[in-house]
């Protein structure tokens, strides 16, 4: 057997995805990509705009890719050779069509401002065309959860803070991936009173304290949610996160819970992810867990 080995000097750089170990050499140019904090190159703005939906605009190398965030429509750089999760691409005429709007907002030229809403409206699309599913799932509840806390907590980050007394702040985050609303405290060791309004605030879910095993003063609660599995599902769990936050807000802070109150009374509650045209499957589902004793017989016909 002959063998021919090839070197590649160290001045040549792989093109497209030959950085990526075990793929094929394919350009992500045009790709609209999920991203996380871990991605980003520079550091994590966690703007809450941001919805880790971004399309690809140059993307000839995975470990540095410039990508354009479909939430709020700012450029980023981020590095995708791993965990890297492509839900569909777009037509040249659309990406150049991006790269207009991209250099009339820097130059300040009427129709600049169009950039955001443009972005949002193709993610919207492409959620829709995909659908709700096992990778669509972080970011539909990442919209969703977003539309909570401009309602309850507009500010830069994507939380919903409550004081519960003077200096006395807890920030409550929403994990995407695990379904949970995660509590945390600048305290150091666990808070009674905060404990016992999680209890009263979601009966409903499954309420554990996070205490780091290295014995780092970093507690934390999560509230955590069943993995949805359609559009309803989905949107029946951020209604609960919505009511649960709201609650908080009704006991520790009243004066903003009644000014809240009557402003979304007037405007509504933004729920962006009723705009999607996306219907749960048409099936009857039915539990059998404890209708049946154990050890006896279940007969199906």
């Given at each position: 057997?002959?063998l021919?080995?090839?070197g590649?000097?160290s001045?040549?750089?792989?093109?497209?995805?030959a950085?990526?170990?075990?793929v094929?050499?394919?350009?992500?140019t045009?790709?609209?990509v999920?991203?996380?904090?871990v991605?980003?190159?520079?550091?994590?703005?966690?703007?809450?705009?941001?919805?880790g939906?971004?399309?690809?605009?140059?993307?000839?190398f995975?470990?540095?890719v410039e990508?354009?965030?479909?939430?709020?429509?700012?450029?980023?750089m981020?590095?995708?050779?791993?965990?890297?999760?492509v839900?569909?691409w777009v037509?040249?005429?659309?990406?150049?069509?991006?790269?207009?709007?991209?250099?009339?907002?820097?130059?300040?030229?009427?129709?600049?401002?169009?950039?955001?809403q443009?972005?949002?409206q193709?993610?919207?699309r492409?959620?829709?065309?995909?659908?709700?599913?096992?990778?669509t799932?972080?970011?539909?509840?990442?919209?969703?959860f977003?539309?909570?806390?401009?309602?309850?907590?507009?500010?830069e980050g994507?939380?919903?803070r409550?004081?519960?007394?003077?200096?006395?702040?807890t920030r409550?985050?929403?994990?995407?991936?695990?379904?949970?609303?995660?509590?945390?405290?600048?305290?150091?060791s666990?808070?009674q009173?905060?404990?016992?309004?999680?209890i009263?605030?979601?009966?409903?879910?499954?309420?554990?304290?996070?205490?780091?095993?290295?014995?780092?003063p970093?507690?934390a609660?999560?509230?955590?949610?069943?993995l949805?599995?359609?559009?309803?599902?989905?949107r029946?769990s951020?209604?609960?996160v919505?009511?649960?936050?709201?609650?908080?807000l009704?006991?520790?802070?009243?004066?903003?819970?009644?000014?809240?109150?009557?402003?979304?009374?007037?405007?509504?509650?933004?729920?962006?992810?009723?705009?999607?045209?996306?219907?749960d499957?048409?099936?009857?589902t039915?539990?059998?867990?404890?209708?049946?004793?154990?050890?006896?017989?279940?007969?199906v016909?």
């Amino acid at each position: 057997m002959n063998l021919i080995a090839t070197g590649i000097g160290s001045d040549v750089r792989p093109e497209a995805m030959a950085d990526v170990p075990g793929v094929c050499d394919l350009p992500l140019t045009r790709a609209v990509v999920q991203y996380r904090d871990v991605h980003e190159i520079d550091m994590p703005g966690g703007r809450i705009q941001d919805i880790g939906l971004a399309l690809v605009l140059d993307g000839r190398f995975a470990s540095a890719v410039e990508v354009v965030d479909l939430g709020s429509g700012s450029v980023k750089m981020l590095d995708l050779s791993s965990e890297l999760v492509v839900l569909d691409w777009v037509y040249e005429p659309t990406l150049e069509y991006v790269g207009a709007l991209l250099r009339a907002r820097a130059a300040g030229e009427p129709g600049g401002d169009d950039m955001r809403q443009y972005c949002y409206q193709m993610a919207l699309r492409i959620l829709g065309r995909v659908g709700f599913g096992p990778l669509t799932r972080a970011t539909m509840m990442r919209i969703g959860f977003q539309d909570i806390c401009r309602d309850l907590d507009l500010h830069e980050g994507t939380s919903v803070r409550i004081q519960m007394a003077p200096h006395r702040i807890t920030r409550a985050h929403f994990d995407y991936d695990a379904c949970a609303l995660v509590f945390r405290t600048p305290s150091p060791s666990p808070d009674q009173e905060l404990e016992e309004a999680l209890i009263r605030a979601f009966a409903h879910q499954e309420v554990l304290r996070v205490t780091p095993t290295d014995g780092l003063p970093d507690i934390a609660y999560h509230v955590r949610f069943p993995l949805p599995t359609s559009i309803g599902a989905a949107r029946s769990s951020l209604t609960s996160v919505r009511r649960g936050l709201a609650e908080l807000l009704a006991r520790f802070e009243a004066d903003r819970f009644e000014t809240v109150e009557q402003t979304l009374g007037t405007f509504g509650v933004r729920e962006t992810l009723a705009a999607l045209d996306l219907r749960d499957p048409r099936v009857h589902t039915v539990s059998l867990s404890g209708l049946v004793s154990a050890g006896a017989n279940l007969t199906v016909h």
